[in-house]
Nanobody, 124 residues
Framework: QVQLVESGGGSVQAGGSLRLSCAASGYTGRTYCMGWFRQAPGKEREGVASIWTSSDTTYYADSVKGRFTISQDNAKNMLYLQMNSLKPEDSAMYYC?????????????????WGQGTQVTVSS
């Protein structure tokens, strides 16, 4: 059973930074793509960033390009999201996700394993 555990969320003022981490465990097969999603109250879950595990090719939502950076440490089974220049509209629950088939995108349907989420709150 694959388990994803997020950490690093918190409260920060606009313009600040946070670094989210996701620890993956319990799976001996291959994970093709890892991603970060977020969901604000009353809104649909949206893709923020994703990365092919084998090539480091990345995808970003337009709203976070130039501010957020996704990275991975495959040796440690860790995924990261560095978030800079945070805005109040970035406030949401952030989820780590994994895809165990050879696809990668910012679509929720691409991913079949999800963490429990970590809250990010950005105040103005």
């Amino acid at each position: 059973q694959v388990q994803l555990v997020e950490s690093g969320g918190g409260s920060v003022q606009a313009g600040g930074s946070l670094r989210l981490s996701c620890a993956a465990s319990g799976y001996t097969g291959r994970t093709y793509c890892m991603g970060w999603f977020r969901q604000a109250p009353g809104k649909e879950r949206e893709g923020v960033a994703s990365i092919w595990t084998s090539s480091d090719t990345t995808y970003y939502a337009d709203s976070v390009k130039g501010r957020f950076t996704i990275s991975q440490d495959n040796a440690k089974n860790m995924l990261y999201l560095q978030m800079n220049s945070l805005k109040p509209e970035d406030s949401a629950m952030y989820y780590c996700a994994a895809a165990r088939w050879p696809r990668c995108s910012l679509s929720v349907g691409t991913f079949d394993v999800w963490g429990q989420g970590t809250q990010v709150t950005v105040s103005s």
